[in-house]
């Protein structure tokens, strides 16, 4: 029996056997990073805490390889952390029907903000309402509506929440939902699509804005529109050229923000430890270059996933990734089996890394033997 014929895996989907010793870049790997990075993730699934944002459950021989894992203490050194994984996960190539898997990465931004509106900082970042209600993966609205990912309650019962063009209009003010104001659109788009921020408020004080919530309408990525259109040619699409388009032509980038009907909600933590990445969908904080961000209506937190990339770095020409992820975060963006969203780090460097990583990559799953 295969051991992935517990997961849904869509159909055309292949899911192979691989040698640890064929993995690329293995036995150069981290693996005592790879090794911590799992841990964070392994506490909350043995204690069973809250996610952020909920996705399918663990298996319980991956329950049972965490508590293996806690018995060891907090570090392990890169030869038996090795040991560890190989002794104890068993690695699946996932092949898609598309033939390859496909990376890209994000960043947490760091941006200037206020806490009170201002002509310099006008745009609200809003808080979750109240009468936002999150479906769970596996849970479905009625046609037509049953592409939607969540909905606003209402008397009648469940309803479509206002997108991204309603709410830019509107809809939502007077709701006393206004936690923080940003310069203009375009940055809060970018840190709606990132899903955390950090704040540096006028007085020099930092804080951090935490995922909350979405409106449950499907992601579009404007980037690809641009480039589709001719606007930006693919080889100079970035994070930064993205930017300076939607500034430079605020009224034809506002009209294509509100193409992307998603629209992201926040809760802000004031005393999160800056020293710590930002909080990811598992409920626990991300580490830079070993969290990875899945499709979490298939694959569950805490997995071990084996990338290979080679994406273009600022620096010109390309640079291989090969490494052990843990997935541990998720997005709107993030749809597959094989589909993977690499978690750079915090400031503008990493956002400049993270803009440029859009490749066809090597999706292999360390699935817990037994």
Request: proline share 9%; glycine share 10%.
């Amino acid at each position: 029996m295969n051991p992935l014929s517990v997961i849904a895996l869509p159909s055309g989907t292949r899911a192979i056997p691989i040698d640890f010793m064929a993995l690329p870049g293995w036995q150069a790997d981290d693996h005592a990073a790879a090794f911590s990075a799992f841990l964070e993730t392994c506490r909350p699934l043995v204690e069973k805490s809250a996610t952020l944002r909920a996705a399918v459950p663990p298996s319980p021989t991956l329950v049972e390889t965490c508590r293996k894992a806690l018995s060891h203490g907090s570090l392990l050194a890169p030869g038996a952390a090795r040991s560890f994984f190989e002794a104890h996960f068993t690695p699946h190539e996932i092949i898609p029907e598309a033939g390859s898997g496909f990376l890209t990465a994000y960043f947490e931004p760091v941006i200037e903000a206020s806490l009170v509106p201002s002509e310099a900082f006008p745009v609200p970042v809003l808080a979750r309402p109240p009468d936002l209600v999150t479906l769970q993966p596996g849970e479905t609205l009625a046609p037509p509506f049953d592409h939607l990912q969540a909905a606003r309650s209402a008397k009648a019962g469940l309803e479509p929440f206002a997108d991204r063009a309603a709410i830019w209009a509107g809809a939502l003010e007077g709701r006393g939902l206004e936690i923080a104001w940003l310069r203009d659109y375009a940055e809060l788009f970018i840190t709606q699509v990132q899903g955390s921020a950090r704040l540096r408020l006028p007085d020099g004080r930092m804080t951090r804005l935490v995922y909350s919530g979405r409106n449950g309408h499907p992601y579009t990525s404007i980037g690809r529109k641009l480039v589709e259109s001719g606007e930006i040619p693919l080889p100079e699409m970035s994070l930064g050229r993205l930017m300076g388009w939607l500034r430079a032509n605020p009224t034809r980038g506002r009209a294509l923000m509100e193409e992307n009907r998603s629209y992201v909600f926040f809760a802000r933590d004031d005393s999160a430890p800056q020293d710590r990445g930002p909080t990811g969908g598992a409920g626990i904080s991300l580490t830079t270059g070993r969290s990875l961000a899945v499709d979490r209506t298939i694959w569950p937190y805490g997995l071990p996933v084996h990338i290979a990339v080679e994406p273009l770095v600022p620096e010109g020409g390309r640079r291989k990734i090969e490494r052990l992820m843990i997935a541990q975060d998720t997005g709107s963006a993030i749809v597959g089996p094989a589909r993977g969203d690499y978690f750079m780090g915090t400031g503008p460097e990493a956002g400049e890394r993270a803009g440029l990583v859009r490749d066809a990559c090597r999706f292999i799953v360390l699935w817990p033997k037994g």
